[in-house]
């Protein structure tokens, strides 16, 4: 019966997993056409960190009954998780996603693990040993994805279906203009040194894939010392919609 109810969890999981992925691929298809209609990148964060903030925070407060201290370095750690998984991580896809595709942003999010076990390796928390065949498979698997990563950077391909290049040259331009500050000083900045459009997103896409990989390292050893997964996903919005909010006031004033 053990062996069963294992069995059943299990597939729970996959299936969770798997329903999780068909979402993702859909607000990727769902977010490109909000921003080919001209919605500012940081309106929809903003939107959208406070709407999950208001879901979160209750349900934490209801489901999670242990009231664990907030000490400083909690603080701290819940501070540099909006910071990269949330305001990090979403601007960045968005502006890589405005001036790519969504069938190009979902592929290069498999970049994610490689990022994440890098920066676990670098703090302690992941071993290699390299006498092993698992951890030369880890080394192995790593390069090939990076080696991936700058291919996509630099070499693009002809058009087989959707969008030619001078159409998403022009699509890219009209997106551009209709995303107001901040994002569009620091766009301009790249754009002096001879960054095109194209380029310029696939960085900003490798760039969510960091800061998404940090927010995962961060938050593995943070789980141990403070378990509330729904309270830590709450801080982190709370501090990424700071973020947002700040960036959105900024870019008001410009």
């Not at 960045?92 to 498999?110: K, R």
């Not at 961060?218 to 709450?234: E, F, H, N, R």
Request: charged share 10%; net charge positive.
């Amino acid at each position: 019966m053990a062996a069963v109810a294992a069995g059943g969890e299990a597939w729970k999981a996959h299936a969770a997993m798997a329903l999780v992925q068909l979402f993702t691929g859909g607000y990727h298809v769902i977010t490109k056409v909000a921003l080919n209609v001209g919605i500012n990148q940081l309106v929809f964060c903003v939107f959208r960190d406070l709407i999950a903030l208001c879901i979160l925070a209750p349900v934490a407060y209801m489901r999670e009954k242990v009231r664990l201290p907030i000490t400083r370095p909690l603080l701290l750690s819940f501070f540099f998780l909006g910071l990269t998984g949330i305001f990090g991580n979403q601007l960045l896809f968005l502006i890589g996603l405005s001036y790519t595709n969504p069938t190009y942003a979902a592929a290069v999010q498999p970049a994610i693990p490689v990022f994440t076990f890098l920066l676990a390796a670098l703090m302690g928390t992941e071993a290699v040993n390299l006498l092993r065949t698992e951890g030369q498979l880890k080394v192995g698997g790593t390069l090939v994805c990076v080696s991936g990563a700058i291919l996509m950077v630099l070499f693009r391909g002809l058009a087989v279906v959707g969008y030619k290049e001078s159409e998403l040259g022009e699509q890219s331009e009209i997106s551009a203009r209709a995303q107001p500050e901040p994002s569009g000083w620091l766009i301009s900045y790249f754009l002096d040194f001879g960054f095109d459009h194209w380029h310029l997103g696939v960085l900003c896409l490798i760039g969510n894939c960091m800061c998404m990989a940090a927010y995962l390292a961060i938050q593995a050893p943070l789980l141990s010392k403070y378990p509330a997964s729904l309270s830590v996903t709450a801080y982190s919005y709370f501090f990424g919609a700071l973020f947002m909010v700040s960036s959105f006031r900024n870019g008001l004033k410009r």
